[in-house]
């Protein structure tokens, strides 16, 4: 999964690394929406995602092949309840943080920690954004010092290929750890 606030590059980081054409849900934002979608900081976004982005990462050449399929969830808090249904199965996620709206990132995290699905936190690089330091993010989010925190450019390939080998050697660590993760809370996913 990829989840993260919105407009925090969830798309963009599926379509960059998904050798398939992806599945987008990109739909226009409306007048509708405007009072609950804050623009703040992201003045030019005009599309948002309304139920999920799907792509495919094949990685051959890894030290045990692997064939990864892409969710990025939409980023709106309404939407968290598809996130259980995206997380079922999952190896893991990645938290795409935005460091000039950083408060959109405590739901996914937080969720994620619920649910107890391991994930990575990668800051995306926004152009023109201040750059922090990860220590500095880890802080701000108050992660634990086992959830991997890095950098990445969602538009670059190889920058969202790198984030994704760091999920997945992160969820095979965190599975070799300890006890399998809980189940997912139920809600509106089985309704």
Request: include cysteine.
């Amino acid at each position: 999964m990829i989840a993260g606030g919105f407009g925090a590059g969830k798309t963009t980081a599926v379509g960059a690394v998904s050798e398939i054409t992806p599945l987008s849900t990109e739909e226009y934002l409306t007048e509708a929406s405007a009072d609950v979608d804050s623009l703040a900081g992201i003045e030019a976004k005009q599309t948002t995602t309304v139920a999920f982005d799907f792509g495919r990462l094949s990685l051959p050449d890894a030290p045990v092949p692997l064939e990864l399929f892409l969710f990025g969830t939409p980023g709106q808090d309404r939407f968290v309840d598809l996130w259980y249904d995206l997380s079922r199965g999952a190896v893991g996620a990645v938290v795409l943080v935005d460091t000039r709206r950083l408060e959109s990132s405590f739901t996914p995290v937080s969720f994620f920690e619920d649910i107890g699905l391991p994930f990575v936190v990668a800051i995306n690089q926004f152009d023109g954004a201040h750059r922090y330091h990860p220590e500095q993010v880890r802080t701000a989010l108050e992660l634990p010092t086992s959830a991997p925190v890095v950098t990445c450019d969602a538009r670059d390939p190889n920058h969202v290929a790198g984030v994704l080998l760091t999920l997945v050697g992160h969820a095979v660590k965190s599975a070799s750890a300890g006890p399998a993760r809980p189940a997912a809370t139920t809600t509106l996913q089985d309704a």
